[in-house]
């Protein structure tokens, strides 16, 4: 976040469009014009494009919502960005995944790993990080199940709570979800966004060295818990033995960061 302009790049009726669509309490026109429009620095500048965060205000439930100004429009979704993302996540997970305790038990597990290694990246990046470490298995959650491609219903859920596109994929493509999908004949991962390959080892990393009960464990003992959890005809004990070598790799590589 590097500064903050007062010149309304977007026109008003459109963000009282978006603020209805988003729950938000309807502001008068007069105090929109106020608002202020946080630039939110180079490392989202992609091309000649520049990402121009909005603040849409605050949702009952505690949420700061803003939004990219390319975003605000019709049928477009809002973005959760702020210190608070991680804080949702915890929530959201401890709420979702209570009726399942020893999952909640190795979510946490997973979130506080993520927590240790999250100062390799930037402020932004290391929430990310962290919120999609709390989302990343909520897709068990009874209350969240759909398809029963848990990265892919987490990642949906994500998506619907508003939480950003980074953290939506990172649930959707966390720790061999690919590789499932394959083997569960699901395509539809493709509809989620390529994600950092350092931040989505990162979550690898976490969710690998962190066992069922929430303690640490070695990425190869985890892998064999998995393969004996699942028998062989299961997709999942097909996946892990697909791309066994690939997770160790990418837990190896962050191992290498310390
Ligand atoms: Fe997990």
Same mark, same amino acid.
């Given at each position: 976040?590097?500064?903050?302009?007062?010149?309304?790049?977007?026109?008003?009726?459109?963000? #009282?469009?978006?603020?209805?669509?988003?729950?938000?309490? @309807?502001?008068?026109?007069?105090?929109?014009?106020?608002?202020?429009?946080?630039?939110?620095?180079?490392?989202?500048?992609?091309?000649?494009?520049?990402? @121009?965060?909005?603040?849409?205000?605050?949702?009952?439930?505690?949420?700061?919502?803003?939004?990219?100004?390319?975003?605000?429009?019709? /049928?477009?979704?809002?973005?959760? @960005?702020?210190?608070?993302?991680?804080?949702?996540?915890?929530?959201?997970? +401890?709420? %979702?995944?209570?009726? #399942?305790?020893?999952?909640?038990?190795? @979510?946490?597990?997973?979130?506080?790993?993520?927590? %240790?290694?999250?100062?390799?990246?930037?402020?932004?990046?290391?929430?990310?990080?962290?919120?999609?470490?709390?989302?990343?298995?909520?897709?068990?959650?009874?209350?969240?199940?759909?398809?029963?491609?848990?990265?892919?219903?987490g990642a %949906?859920?994500?998506?619907?709570?508003?939480?950003?596109?980074?953290?939506v994929?990172?649930v959707a493509?966390?720790?061999?979800?690919?590789?499932?999908?394959?083997?569960?004949?699901?395509?539809? #991962?493709?509809?989620?966004?390529?994600?950092?390959?350092?931040?989505?080892?990162? #979550?690898?990393?976490?969710?690998?060295?962190?066992?069922?009960?929430?303690?640490?464990?070695?990425?190869?003992?985890?892998?064999?818990?998995?393969?004996?959890?699942?028998?062989?005809?299961?997709?999942?004990? %097909?996946?892990?033995?697909?791309?066994?070598? +690939?997770?160790? /790799?990418?837990? +190896?590589?962050?191992?290498?960061?310390?």
């Open positions: 976040m590097t500064g903050f302009s007062t010149r309304p790049l977007i026109p008003v009726k459109k963000i #009282l469009t978006t603020q209805v669509r988003a729950g938000l309490p @309807v502001r008068r026109r007069t105090e929109l014009r106020l608002f202020r429009w946080r630039r939110t620095g180079a490392a989202k500048r992609t091309g000649a494009a520049t990402s @121009v965060m909005v603040s849409l205000g605050r949702r009952s439930d505690g949420w700061n919502v803003e939004c990219d100004r390319r975003d605000v429009g019709p /049928a477009r979704r809002l973005v959760v @960005v702020t210190a608070e993302l991680v804080e949702s996540a915890r929530q959201l997970a +401890e709420e %979702r995944l209570a009726e #399942l305790p020893r999952r909640l038990a190795h @979510v946490r597990g997973v979130a506080a790993a993520a927590g %240790r290694i999250r100062s390799k990246f930037d402020t932004e990046t290391g929430d990310r990080l962290a919120a999609a470490a709390w989302l990343h298995d909520i897709g068990y959650a009874p209350s969240v199940w759909e398809t029963g491609f848990h990265p892919l219903d %949906r859920f994500a998506r619907a709570q508003g939480f950003d596109e980074t953290v994929s990172l493509f966390h720790t061999g979800a690919l590789a499932e999908a394959r083997e569960r004949g699901i395509s539809v #991962l493709s509809a989620f966004g390529v994600v950092d390959s350092d931040v989505l080892d990162a #979550l690898t990393f976490c969710d690998l060295t962190t066992g069922p009960d929430g303690y640490g464990v070695s990425a190869a003992q985890r892998l064999d818990e998995v393969l004996q959890r699942y028998g062989p005809s299961d997709p999942v004990h %097909r996946a892990v033995d697909s791309c066994r070598d +690939e997770l160790l /790799a990418a837990v +190896e590589r962050v191992q290498s960061w310390a």
